[in-house]
């Protein structure tokens, strides 16, 4: 089955700072990459998604790269600010269609 | 905007007992899911519900069952609960089995003592 694997398990970054985190995934055909931010004691909450046949995705401050060949996705968060400070979850589909999450990234962003 | 509901945010228990967590969602999503988060362990599926009457374990479903008689309620069933059960519960929901994310609920913090 599917299996996602997300580095680095904590990030802390100075404010202003770029953050990048890193998944790799296992099955060749998932085909959807969302990233989930939580923050604390609320629920995960959709950020950013990238679909198979995309390579890169932007949306203000964060932006997603896809690499199909190497199995790999990155979050990337440019200028950093407190409100930035969250558990990070990627999650990529399995040949059921459903969502194998890694184990999340806790980034804190100190001012 | 699609909402999950999860009927209750912190829940105590005794060992052995029969536990209920309750999800609605409201935008007639096909797909239900529930998962636990647990610190390092990221979100683990317990089992999910293609659509109303059905159901399939995911990755952890020992120690749990799951019902879904309507298409808008899915219910988790702890049928003894377990100190190894104390936990956070996530319910989601999605339109169909695609390319496309969850909605979550607000989660269930569960004590067992």
């Known amino acids: 089955g599917e299996n996602v694997e997300q580095h680095p398990s904590t990030l802390s970054v100075q404010e202003g700072d770029s953050a990048v985190i890193k998944c790799t995934y296992s099955?060749?055909?998932?085909?959807?990459f969302p990233w989930y931010k939580q923050e604390l004691g609320k629920r995960p909450q959709l950020i950013i998604d990238?679909?198979?046949?995309?390579g890169e995705k932007k949306d203000q401050r964060i932006a997603v790269t896809l690499n199909k060949t190497a199995k790999h996705f990155s979050l990337h968060i440019t200028e950093t600010q407190p409100e930035d400070s969250a558990v990070y979850f990627c999650?990529?589909?399995?040949?059921?269609?459903?969502?194998?999450f890694g184990a999340g990234t806790q980034v804190v962003v100190t001012p | 905007d699609v909402k999950v509901t999860q009927s209750s945010r912190y829940l105590v228990k005794r060992t052995g007992e029969k536990v209920f967590l309750e999800c609605v969602q409201d935008?007639?999503?096909?797909?239900m899911f529930w998962y636990r988060q647990d610190p390092g362990l990221g979100l683990r599926l317990i089992y999910f519900?293609?659509?109303?009457?059905?159901?399939e374990k995911g990755d952890i479903p020992e120690g749990y069952s799951v019902s879904r008689e309507k298409k808008e309620r899915f219910s988790l069933i702890l049928e003894s609960a377990s100190t190894n059960q104390t936990s956070m519960y996530l319910c989601?929901?999605?339109?169909?089995?695609?390319?496309?994310?969850?909605?979550f609920g607000s989660g269930t913090r569960l004590t067992v003592v």
């Open positions: 519900s293609y659509d109303v009457k059905m159901k």
């Open positions: 990238i679909r198979s046949n995309v």
């Open positions: 099955d060749s055909a998932s085909n959807y």
């Open positions: 935008m007639d999503h096909e797909n």
């Open positions: 989601a929901s999605r339109k169909n089995m695609g390319v496309s994310g969850y909605t």
């Open positions: 999650a990529a589909t399995d040949s059921w269609g459903k969502l194998q």
